[in-house]
Each structure stands twice: as C-alpha cells, then as structure tokens.
C-alpha cells in the first residue's frame, strides 16, 4: 500500500509560480508511470491529465501546459513534482498526483493523493 500526500499548493497572481511535490509512504514493486491531474469542482466534469512522467523519464504534458509546467520525479523514492510557472486564472483547480505500477506478486497498482487546491487570481 501506499499513501501519497500533496503540498505546494495555494493562491498566486496571474504570472506566478508554485511547485506542487507529492511524496508517496509505503512500498510498492515497481513504478511504470506517476502523474499530475486536475479536477473542476463543476458537477460532471471529468478529471483532466495535466502531466506524467514514466520510470524510464519521459514526459507527457497536455497542450495548454507545454512550456510553462515542469514534471519531474526522484527515482529513490516515490516522489513526483511539478514546477508551474507563468500560471494563469484558468490553471485553477484541484492538483492530485497519481502513481501507477505494479505489486510483488505482479498485478497492477494504482494509487492517488487527495489533492491540492491551487488558485490563481487575475
């Protein structure tokens, strides 16, 4: 089992910058893949990748991020971190981070943190 616990989080103006860290306790076997999301309050609304990086270091980032957020992640440990630069009002959401990899005995695991808010003002 694992838990994994956000933090960075908080209110900045339009132009500032946060760095969410996420750091997992527990064990697991091995990790294929960990992950940043975004989720609206609105009812319905689905939760949204915003980054990933894979255990080999690649990085996936959707359109609206590329070049202003930064995905990384410490091999020794499950941690995974996201730098955010340039944030806008429409960046504002609810950043949950997630880890997907596998148990001892082989079946996949997938874990998520509980989130934090970020919001940026105009």
């Known amino acids: 089992q694992v838990q994994l616990a956000e933090s960075g989080g908080g209110l900045v103006q339009a132009g500032g910058s946060l760095r969410l860290s996420c750091v997992g306790s527990g064990s697991i076997f091995g990790i294929n893949s960990m992950g940043w999301y975004r989720q609206s309050p609105a009812p319905g609304k689905p939760r949204e990748l915003v980054a990933s990086i894979t255990s080999g270091g690649g990085t996936n980032y959707t359109d609206r991020v590329k070049g202003r957020l930064t995905i990384s992640r410490e091999n020794a440990k499950i941690a995974v971190y996201l730098k955010m630069n340039s944030l806008k009002p429409d960046d504002t959401d609810v950043y949950s981070c997630?880890?997907?990899?596998?148990?001892?005995?082989?079946?996949?695991?997938?874990?998520w943190g509980r989130g934090t808010q970020v919001a940026v003002s105009s």
């Open positions: 997630n880890v997907r990899g596998r148990a001892r005995a082989g079946f996949p695991v997938e874990y």
